[in-house]
């Protein structure tokens, strides 16, 4: 799991207990030189160097300097509890156990209790124990807030129903610290003011189980479940602001992530699906390792000698001293392992382990001056790079105990010279090729740097520009040559003629334009010019109504503003102007609309022109008898300028029906009988009278003498009568007669 790196780094003072058996093999209080060498700092593109160390010691070196006496076999460190976690902060170490935290100077104790338990009560323990930026001790429970020490005194700090899991608390930059949740209000949570106030930067209720920070401050945590999208391992390149899953940078069949760690030198390590993973990039990339000794691996930690550690939850606890390639079981812990371990870490040089029934350290093994070079060499005290730019190339040399590290940048001098772009020039002309980035330049064919000259051929002009250092670099530029050309052309135009070169000219003859040819150079052109005019013309026309002109156009007024363009017989423009004069004859009247009886006359007259002619032989002015029926006759009317106009007169000739509404048979000649003018020329017809009671009194036809008065050659009296007239054709007419005596 994450280990305080800061705390194992700090210089401290080894507590020499005389009542202890050392090692004798082992000496303390030692340091390691490590300085690299090389021939020079500086070479150019191209060259080999060759890096060295010849490294002394004074005693066995690693990561952590020793602070405690070697312990050969597990030892209990507190008395027996249910514990968590512990941590080293400067020389102070701090212990949490279920219900308690306790303070020591000694890694073996004895412990002073901080009073968590009297002052907050058995909460329940979670994994968090670690400082903010001020300095206060934080704890977790596993349902309550967090709590930091002030002073003397607990407070709580929000975050209630932590959960347990991990290395919760991690101080990053900008005074800000991260913690790691799972359980109830799971997620990863920030503050940038000491846990007054806190923000969820994932938010997708994910258990997170693990953080480490690399080299670089990339921070990676771990765990999930409920939000595949960042379940497994997920990194974040902003302090922790914001979040990326990266599971497929491991293997792309890497769903969960249950581990993290980082080795004393910062190499990243993680364990998904049970395969180890490795980064030597602070996390950039990722490469197969090792896979774990068996499936379900819940704590992972790395030894400052190299050494690797891992529980498995009903399988035992594990050591590898060659990366994961081989493991071996660790069969002499105290007690029995399976369902009681809560946490593994490295502490100084000892191995800790808190379980329900204890927490127990160990020693952990020293190993023999191991080398690593960051090109990935090891175990060389010598190498020899061809860097192909300025590169930085560090060392870390390590007895398992102690390290040194150091670092050498080899500046790779590779001058980069700049000639310009490829020129083109005229023949004739000069150019100047100026390379920079040098101190010195040396051009071919003769050409001095910065100097004109005028080529007279295309080709490569190549020049080596040398640095201070004796470091040179080759580049080329390519020189176009162009020509000049001539030409003649003969052009037609019409009025005017623009010239290649813009000139504008009105006149025949021969000129000459100078333009820039395709290449940019001179092109002569002679211009052997022939100029034509256009001509202009008026087309005067006289019509009726309207008139269409050749312009395609149809005119019903007078106009002379129309103009048309034709072409003339040296191919311009011709300019044909309409003037155009439209006679209208508008006042054409055949007359009214008329209506006759059947053999009356009518007389059709026409107005508003000089003479009419009508269609169906009729005559203007002339009496005729029209036929039965409605007929439409047509009159066509002059005027003096011979515009005509027509015009239509409908006569209709009827026969005349008339249904008189009384009879008086009084033998006076006057309205002695119902007699219905015009029924003669319906011979079809069929009259019914009817008296108020329905009885039909009268009954004939077109040809029936008409009604006088009488039913069965008897009067009938005065009164109302009802008729029905069927004219045969389709008409029918009812109504009331009234009888008079």
């Given at each position: ?18 009542a ?38 004074s ?43 306790f ?25 968090m ?18 709590y ?6 607990w ?149 400052t ?54 927490v ?19 175990n060389?005290s ?13 060392v ?17 001098n ?274 019914s ?8 009194v ?40 009234t009888?008079?005596?």
């Amino acid at each position: 799991m994450k280990k305080h790196l800061s705390a194992l780094r700090n210089e401290l003072q080894f507590l020499a207990l005389s009542a202890i058996l050392f090692i004798s093999s082992m000496s303390w209080g030692q340091s390691i030189n490590c300085s690299i060498s090389s021939t020079n700092n500086s070479i150019c593109l191209g060259d080999s160097i060759t890096l060295e160390i010849n490294p002394s010691y004074s005693g066995n070196a690693g990561c952590a300097p020793f602070q405690s006496p070697v312990l050969n076999s597990w030892t209990e460190i507190a008395p027996t509890a249910d514990y968590y976690n512990l941590i080293k902060e400067g020389s102070t170490y701090y212990l949490r156990s279920v219900s308690d935290v306790f303070t020591s100077s000694n890694i073996n104790g004895p412990w002073t209790s901080l009073n968590f338990n009297s002052q907050i009560g058995n909460t329940c323990s979670g994994l968090m124990l670690g400082f903010d930026w001020s300095n206060q001790l934080y704890v977790s429970t596993c349902h309550n807030d967090l709590y930091a020490l002030s002073g003397t005194t607990w407070v709580p700090k929000g975050l209630g129903g932590f959960g347990c899991g991990g290395n919760f608390i991690q101080k990053l930059n900008n005074n800000r610290i991260l913690v790691v949740k799972a359980g109830f209000l799971r997620d990863l949570y920030v503050s940038d003011n000491n846990g007054n106030n806190w923000s969820n930067v994932t938010n997708v209720d994910n258990d997170y189980w693990d953080i480490v920070v690399a080299e670089n401050g990339n921070i990676f945590s771990c765990g999930g479940s409920n939000t595949p999208s960042l379940t497994g391992i997920i990194k974040s390149t902003n302090n922790g602001q914001n979040w990326t899953q990266i599971n497929s940078q491991l293997a792309a069949s890497v769903t969960f992530v249950y581990a993290l760690e980082k080795d004393c030198i910062g190499n990243l390590y993680a364990i998904g699906n049970d395969k180890i993973y490795k980064s030597q990039n602070n996390g950039d990339t990722w490469a197969y390792l090792n896979n774990v000794p068996a499936l379900g691996a819940s704590y992972f930690e790395i030894a400052t000698n190299g050494d690797f550690y891992v529980f498995i939850n009903n399988n035992g606890f594990y050591k590898s001293s060659d990366n994961g390639s081989s493991w071996q079981l660790i069969s002499d812990f105290p007690i029995a392992l399976n369902g009681i371990v809560r946490y593994l870490k490295q502490i100084d040089d000892k191995i800790v382990v808190f379980t329900t029934q204890g927490v127990f350290s160990r020693s952990i093994e020293l190993q023999t001056n191991p080398v690593w070079w960051s090109d990935g060499t090891t175990n060389q005290s010598s190498i020899q790079v061809q860097p192909t730019q300025t590169t930085t190339y560090s060392v870390t040399v390590s007895d398992g105990v102690g390290t040194c590290t150091d670092s050498i940048t080899i500046q790779v001098n590779n001058p980069q010279i700049n000639a310009g772009s490829d020129l083109s020039v005229c023949e004739g002309d000069s150019v100047t090729l100026s390379a920079t980035g040098a101190d010195t330049y040396a051009w071919d064919n003769g050409v001095v740097n910065g100097q004109p000259f005028s080529p007279t051929v295309d080709g490569y002009y190549t020049v080596v520009g040398t640095d201070t250092l004796g470091c040179s670099n080759t580049v080329s530029v390519f020189l176009d040559v162009l020509q000049p050309t001539t030409s003649i052309i003969s052009p037609t135009s019409c009025n005017s003629y623009m010239a290649p070169d813009n000139s504008l000219y009105t006149n025949s003859g021969q000129y000459i334009a100078i333009i820039p040819n395709a290449a940019g150079c001179d092109s002569t052109i002679t211009i052997n010019l022939t100029v034509n005019n256009s001509t202009t013309g008026t087309d005067t026309k006289t019509a009726c109504d309207s008139y269409t002109w050749i312009d395609g156009n149809t005119y019903t007024e007078s106009t002379n503003s129309a103009i048309f363009t034709l072409q003339n017989a040296s191919g311009c423009d011709s300019v044909v102007t309409l003037n155009l004069t439209v006679n209208k004859l508008q006042t054409l009247n055949g007359g009214e609309d008329q209506s006759v009886c059947k053999g009356e006359n009518v007389i059709l007259s026409a107005s508003g022109a000089e003479t009419y002619s009508w269609n169906s032989g009729v005559s203007d002015g002339i009496a005729f008898s029209p036929s039965l029926g409605s007929t439409t006759y047509t009159v066509t009317g002059t005027d003096g300028n011979g515009c005509t106009d027509s015009d239509e007169v409908i006569v209709t000739s009827e026969y005349c029906f008339e249904i008189p509404g009384a009879l008086s048979p009084n033998s006076d000649n006057n309205n002695d009988t119902w007699e219905i003018t015009g029924l003669q020329n319906y011979p079809n017809a069929q009259i019914s009278v009817f008296d108020r009671w329905g009885q039909k009194v009268y009954e004939g036809t077109s040809t029936s003498a008409p009604w006088d008065g009488k039913y069965k050659e008897k009067d009938l009296p005065t009164a109302d009568y009802y008729y029905v007239i069927e004219l045969g054709n389709g008409d029918n007419y009812n109504g009331v007669v009234t009888l008079k005596r």
